[in-house]
Nanobody, 113 residues
Framework: QLVESGGGSVQAGGSLKLSCTAS??????LGWYRQAPGKERELVST???????AYRDSVKGRFTISQDNAKNTLYLQMNSLKTEDTAVYYC????????????WGQGTQVTVS
């Protein structure tokens, strides 16, 4: 089970830090996705079980993904937020053999005005 927190409303240029806490250990590939109204869900960032990170171009230099294995928690630090970052953000964990994430959180709303 994955539970996100940290969403909210912020003005453009502001910051938010999302958290995703798992009921078990998170020693697998992890990721953050987002879905804006009327748009398809898109991958924002991933961190592999080896610690390798990746970001979509539009958030590079602004967002940072990290994890704390001791707390079974995944984070997404979001700085210099833009209105186009407004979306529901979902965390995801552990890929299946096809590379798709298996476990998903319920989502947390981020609104940038």
């Amino acid at each position: 089970q994955l539970v996100e927190s940290g969403g909210g409303s912020v003005q453009a240029g502001g910051s938010l830090k999302l958290s995703c806490t798992a009921s078990g250990n998170m020693r697998c590939d992890l990721g953050w996705y987002r879905q804006a109204p009327g748009k398809e869900r898109e991958l924002v960032s991933t961190i592999s079980r080896f610690g390798t990170t990746a970001y979509r171009d539009s958030v590079k230099g602004r967002f940072t993904i990290s994890q704390d294995n001791a707390k079974n928690t995944l984070y997404l630090q979001m700085n210099s937020l833009k209105t186009e970052d407004t979306a529901v953000y979902y965390c995801a964990a552990c890929r299946d053999q096809r590379g798709n994430f298996v476990y998903w959180g319920q989502g947390t709303q981020v609104t940038v005005s």
